[in-house]
């Protein structure tokens, strides 16, 4: 009887294994199909899906950023300027006195002169030649982190101008060439020429004096393009300061010296808008609204044959919801996008507590990917005219179906205000964009922000 | 080269050659490549593709399921349990293969007959698991929409699954050596689930769009019931006859459905057959069924049913044929079934032809102990243009004991 259970067993189980394949009959005919169903598309202007829109500058600072900027009349007119601040002497420096194989510590040094060694980002330079640059000494007090073209201090409780707006007046110390094409030959004739990436300028004694003085608020360099048409990006600063030690007066010794601050100043900014609304920049600019979903929508007459009309804008029923953008170039030019920019959608949290509200997740980035305005989608031609308007398209579909959900049916509010804003440089972790603005058509405007809906109703599946 | 070698898995440690694992193996691989049942695009016409409970002994003689020589356990003939005198556990497993008029296949195994019965008081009592109706079907479709003007590619698919079956409670005795009577009660159970949905390019709509689904759950019931006769008026011949009615077919949706239930009139279903023996270890079988769907045919809609709908077919078995001394009953018939809903208007059929062998497992005491039944059908359901062809394969476990 054993040896019948293990036939049995064995023959079931064949037989088992026989019906594993499960395909249903599957027909191609769309015609035998009991369904009807009809997509449609629905484009809502800005008042019928948002109310409360508000524009918000001042995220995050230049100083945060890994490179600063020089920029003289570039495209329409902008300016910047680095502001840099640098750190105090060392107390003390350590000197090999004449004969002796030893050094001694020495603080009655005496700062006598300094060259500054500026190093360029040799792939995120706009101009054409040779750019000539001057440093200067900066004279007036000021305070890096919130410094503007026109405010030298711009913290809680304390604000003062700039005497002269842009970081004056300055005192001249020294002027540069740099020319982005000129190479070293290098000492292997088979390795390729080096490009030359900086330039030095010479500091007087009296500056590196002041500077070495850390009491001194006002020390600091400005850096400035005197070449039109130029736009730079400074990767560093250094200062390599010359001093006379009191053990040993006939040589000069060079003492480097660390950064305190950088930062730059520019002009013009987007200011204020009234038509259009900007993301990027340093400081960031962003734009917030209160969706303000309708309850129902006109339909097509394809799909008021089927279901009742105007449609109730449901969940079930919506398949795509995206917010569509318009672009306009930037007023001035130049602040145009020259790299991506990652326009993030995210809902905020508190919006009472606008604009430091804590932002949600992007919305708008289906498989990790978010939409960006990139450099191309300006179409700017060398005398700055601009092409027509890109679109750019925010998906947030499941994002809005939440929206029209019976709260009831969700575990937590789904908030309804979001931000439109850059989203975080891979690199710097930052969301700020130097001197890059992505500009957008504004709420009223002919080519104003549109939601666009893709909705399939459907007569439902038969009663079988 | 020996048989344990060709079976080294079901043959003895030693060797000796065992017929019971040959017949179970060769059972099992017979069945390999079958998949048969209500697999048909036919499931989709009004309330699906009738699926008779027929076990395996019964398709390989084109049987409708009455009047057949012998006693087992039928979810189609109240009456056959009356002369089983052990407790009984029966199960039909179904694999049907099909091909659509496009080429295409399509496959599932399923089981249209599960059931037990336990003789108690000169009398014998059974609960069945039948199939009733297969509603499994579907339609996947590639469409170019006009949305707003824009073409935009898109996939349309509607899903049917599930089936309508019967749980019965029977009673069957013998009023006379010559004569049985059985009656079932029950209800009919089961769940359909309809889905349809929408998928739309990506490209044309933008990233992130969603598929479009609305889908319907509605759960069966109803109470049935049948009653059936089995008379041996010679030794050589038997006559059956059995009706089956439904109050009513309930198709009742689920919460998240909604909607109305529906309610069906399915119709009383009349079946007659005979077998009779011919010449000694020849039995000749025949049978028919009617049934009047009209009535259902206005509730679903005009023209949804052709009215009246037969099946009949009949077929032999050969008993003498064994093997290692046992009996091999081979079987051969054919049979015809109208359908009774119309396809788009059309009305629809299935013809079979079949074949099949049974064989004890194990005898005891003068009874079969285990059984084991097969019977392959090979047959077409044509319907207008739409024509299938399938093989279904039904394999019957039959075990005995007490």
């Avoid at chain 1, 900027?69 to 601040?85: F, I, K, L, S, T």
């Avoid at chain 1, 959900?405 to 789904?414: F, G, K, N, S």
Wanted: aromatic share 8%; net charge negative; glycine share 10%.
């Amino acid at each position: 009887m054993i040896r019948l259970r293990n036939v049995l067993l064995w023959g079931v189980g064949l037989l088992w294994i026989s019906g594993c394949a499960d395909d249903s009959p599957t027909s191609n005919d769309g015609t035998i199909l009991p369904v009807d169903a009809v997509t449609l598309e629905v484009r809502l202007p800005f008042s019928q899906f948002a109310t409360d829109f508000r524009r918000f500058e001042g995220f995050g600072t230049p100083a945060s950023l890994p490179k600063t900027y020089v920029a003289h009349d570039w495209g329409g007119g902008v300016e910047a300027r680095a502001m840099v601040q640098f750190g105090a002497l060392p107390r003390i420096i350590f000197v090999r006195p004449p004969g002796s194989p030893a050094t001694v510590p020495d603080s009655t040094y005496v700062p006598v002169s300094g060259e500054l060694i500026l190093r360029f980002d040799t792939l995120d330079y706009q101009g054409s030649g040779t750019f000539e640059l001057e440093a200067a000494a900066i004279e007036t007090p000021w305070h890096g982190p919130s410094a503007d073209w026109f405010l030298s201090v711009d913290t809680v409780g304390a604000t003062s101008a700039w005497p002269e707006p842009g970081g004056g007046p300055v005192r001249v110390l020294d002027q540069a060439e740099w020319d982005p094409e000129e190479v070293i030959a290098p000492e292997d004739p088979e390795d390729d020429p080096i490009r030359v990436d900086f330039v030095t300028l010479e500091v007087d004694s009296t500056t590196v004096t002041e500077w070495a003085d850390p009491e001194f608020a006002g020390r600091g360099l400005r850096i400035s393009s005197l070449t039109p048409e130029s736009r730079l990006a400074i990767r560093s600063v250094e200062l390599n300061v010359r001093v006379r030690p009191s053990v040993n007066p006939d040589t000069l010794v060079s003492v480097p010296v660390g950064l305190a601050q950088v930062t730059y100043l520019a002009d013009p900014t987007p200011g204020a808008l009234t038509e259009t609304f900007v993301i990027g920049g340093a400081p960031a600019h962003r734009a917030t609204f209160r969706l303000d979903l309708p309850a129902t929508i006109e339909g097509t007459p394809e799909a008021c044959a089927i279901v009742e009309c105007p449609l109730a804008l449901s969940p079930d029923r919506l398949v795509y919801a995206g917010l569509e953008l318009r672009t306009t170039p930037p007023d001035p030019i130049g602040l145009r996008p020259l790299e991506p920019i990652v326009i993030e959608i995210r809902p905020v949290l508190d919006p009472g507590r606008l604009p430091r509200s804590p932002l949600g997740f992007p919305l708008a980035c289906p498989s990790g990917q978010c939409p960006m305005v990139l450099p191309s989608t300006e179409v700017v031609e060398e005398d700055f005219t601009v092409g027509a308007p890109a679109r750019i398209d925010l998906p947030m579909t499941r994002y809005v179906r939440d929206l029209l959900r019976d709260p009831a049916d969700l575990q937590a509010e789904i908030p309804s205000t979001v931000t439109l804003l850059n989203g975080l440089d891979a690199a710097t972790g930052l969301e700020l964009r130097p001197l890059q603005y992505a500009s957008f058509w504004g709420p009223g405007t002919e080519l104003e922000p549109i939601l666009r809906l893709v909705l399939t109703v459907s007569t439902g599946v038969p009663n079988p | 080269m020996s048989a344990q070698r060709f079976f080294p898995i079901a043959l003895p440690a030693r060797g000796r050659f065992r017929p019971l694992a040959v017949a179970c193996l060769l059972g099992g691989i017979l069945a390999l490549p079958s998949a048969s049942a209500g697999q048909s695009l036919l499931a989709g016409a009004g309330l699906g593709i009738p699926a008779d409970p027929l076990d395996a002994r019964t398709r390989a003689v084109g049987g409708v399921g009455v009047g057949m020589a012998g006693w087992s356990l039928s979810a189609t003939d109240p009456a056959a349990i009356a002369g089983l005198v052990l407790p009984t556990i029966t199960a039909t497993m179904q694999p049907t293969r099909a091909t659509l008029t496009d080429g295409r296949t399509a496959g599932h195994a399923w089981f249209p007959t599960i059931g037990v019965s336990y003789p108690l008081w000169r009398s014998v009592f059974s609960i069945t698991l039948a199939s009733a109706l297969d509603q499994r079907w579907e339609v996947i479709t590639p469409r170019l929409l006009d949305v707003n003007g824009t073409e935009v590619g898109a996939i349309d698919a509607y899903q049917s699954s599930g089936n309508v079956g019967r749980v019965q409670l029977g009673w069957a005795t013998r009023l006379r050596e010559s004569l049985a009577v059985g009656i079932t009660v029950g209800s009919h159970v089961g769940v359909l689930e309809r889905r349809f949905s929408r998928s739309l390019d990506p490209g044309s709509i933008g990233e992130g769009v969603e598929n479009f689904a609305t889908q319907g759950r509605w759960r069966a019931s109803g109470l049935l019931g049948s009653a059936g006769v089995a008379w041996d008026p010679t030794d050589f011949l038997r006559l059956g006859a059995a009706v089956s009615w439904t109050d009513e077919l309930r198709l009742t949706p689920s919460a998240a459905t909604g909607g109305e239930a529906a309610a069906y009139s399915i119709p009383m279903e009349f079946r007659v057959g005979g077998s009779g023996t011919l010449a000694p270890g020849l039995l000749v079988m025949a049978s028919l069924s009617y049934a009047d769907w009209t009535t259902v045919g206005e509730e679903l809609r005009e023209g949804a049913t052709r009215g009246a709908a037969w099946s009949y077919g009949g077929g032999v078995e050969w008993g003498r044929a064994a093997v290692m001394g046992r009996a091999l009953p081979i079987r051969l018939g054919a049979r015809r079934q109208e359908l009774p809903f119309l396809r788009e208007g059309v009305e629809a059929s299935e013809t079979v032809l079949s074949a099949g062998a049974g064989f004890n497992l194990v005898e005891g005491e003068g009874e079969t102990r285990a059984r084991i039944d097969l019977g392959i059908e090979r047959g077409t359901r044509s319907a207008g243009d739409l024509s299938e062809r399938f093989l279904r394969t039904s394999v019957t476990l039959r075990l005995s004991g007490g």
